[in-house]
């Protein structure tokens, strides 16, 4: 089945470095999209979100970029520090034919912060 | 207010043990989720309430049984959990299930459960 995927599992920025986390995504129906963030041990954390009649939604120290042209989602967080340290999953709406579906998670991306 | 509850934090139990994890949330949420996270991996969907009734149960085995008995509560009983069932386990909930926005979910700090 689609479903939402990521181009890189791992990645490591030095420290004050502007990180991008790529999520690629099959549906071309999906019409929402979320980033969440989870730290070890704790739970997933809503970061930003974007519908699908957008391209570019900004937060604080974070951007989120929707190519719809190529399905790709990324997440931009700028001046990297130490507590950015995390799994980051994107999560997209997939309108379904029937009934009401939750959001669809992705794989998720590690982000390593070097000091 | 955004905030997910979950007791307990950690939770030992052998495979004959009956157990329950319990999940709270007050920003009248209608839609409570459960998920199992291994480690490394993403959140896997097991069950979804909506308007305390069940909408989604991801074809999850009869060991673990969900109970939603109001608005505000959700619970996960377990009894006879194997090995391989040991996981985080995290509560999430959405305003409902309608439109967008509405299914953002916020999660709760999650349950390790260890069983031996």
């Known amino acids: 089945g689609e479903s939402v995927g990521l181009h890189l599992p791992t990645l490591s920025v030095q420290e004050g470095d502007n990180s991008i986390i790529n999520c690629a995504y099959s549906n071309s129906a999906s019409d929402y999209f979320i980033w969440y963030k989870q730290e070890s041990g704790k739970g997933p954390q809503f970061i930003i979100d974007i519908r699908s009649n957008m391209d570019k939604r900004q937060g604080q120290r974070v951007t989120v970029l929707l190519n719809k042209t190529v399905k790709h989602l990324s997440l931009q967080i700028a001046a990297t520090q130490p507590g950015d340290s995390a799994v980051y999953f994107c999560?997209?709406?997939?309108?379904?034919?029937?009934?009401?579906?939750?959001?669809?998670f992705g794989k998720g991306t590690r982000l390593s912060v070097i000091a | 207010d955004t905030e997910v509850t979950q007791t307990p934090k950690h939770l030992v139990m052998g495979m004959t043990n009956k157990k329950s994890l319990k999940c709270e949330q007050h920003?009248?949420?209608?839609?409570m989720y459960w998920y199992k996270q291994k480690a490394k991996k993403p959140p896997e969907l097991m069950f979804v309430y909506s308007y305390e009734k069940l909408s989604i149960n991801e074809s999850v085995p009869s060991r673990f049984s969900p109970e939603c008995p109001n608005s505000s509560l959700l619970n996960l009983h377990l009894h006879a959990l194997q090995p391989e069932d040991s996981a985080l386990y995290l509560c999430?909930?959405?305003?409902?299930?309608?439109?967008?926005?509405?299914?953002?979910?916020?999660f709760g700090p999650g349950t390790r459960l260890l069983v031996l």
């Open positions: 999560a997209e709406n997939i309108p379904p034919r029937s009934g009401n579906t939750p959001l669809v």
């Open positions: 999430a909930s959405s305003q409902d299930l309608q439109d967008r926005g509405r299914k953002t979910q916020y």
């Open positions: 920003m009248g949420h209608r839609a």
